[in-house]
């Protein structure tokens, strides 16, 4: 349908602003150093977003619209970022799976054995399954986190892993 057809209430609809990944109820806002760095670099790209969105008068609805979904990811993010509390990585103890530690498990029981995986503990806003990093309140990195070289974990759903491999990389 052509937009001259669209009744004018439609572009006074509130903007749906997307939310950020959900942190629970009184958990802190851990954060890697580079998950820091990707905060700030995505702050940084929404302003510059912002400040382009405020020069374009071409058309004022739509600018209007995109002005708001900005400011609210703006002030999202901007609240992820005050609460945020680094981690490094490298003052973690070495043998013990803590936050920013990416941890190789084999699958002793569960639907494949002998299985092998790696991945990295990290804060919300940096997790990403493709990257092979787990939000640290993730349900596996939960069942993980404490546990020792060489010791046997259960895991969701119905699994016993072993810690094969603790590395603290220098993000």
């Known amino acids: 349908m052509s937009r001259a057809f669209a009744k004018e209430e439609d572009s006074l609809e509130a903007p749906i602003i997307p939310p950020r990944a959900a942190l629970p109820p009184g958990t802190p806002n851990y954060v890697t150093p580079r998950g820091l760095e990707l905060l ?29 979904v900005l400011n609210g990811r703006l002030s999202a993010l901007s609240a992820r970022l005050a609460t945020a ?37 990290v804060g919300v806003d940096e997790a990403s399954v493709a990257e092979g990093r787990v939000a640290f309140i993730s349900p596996i990195a939960r069942a993980i986190q404490g546990a020792r070289l060489g010791q046997q974990v259960r895991v969701p759903p119905a699994e016993t892993v072993e810690i094969t491999a603790i590395c603290y990389p220098a993000d």
């Open 40 to 68: 700030r670099q995505e702050l940084q790209a929404l302003e510059a977003e912002r400040t382009q969105a405020e020069a374009n008068r071409e058309n004022e609805a739509d600018r209007t619209r995109q002005l708001t």
């Open 85 to 121: 509390k680094v981690v490094d990585p490298r003052t973690q103890p070495p043998q013990e799976v803590r936050f920013g530690a990416t941890v190789t498990l084999r699958t002793v029981q569960g639907a494949k054995p002998g299985l092998v995986r790696s991945f990295t503990l």
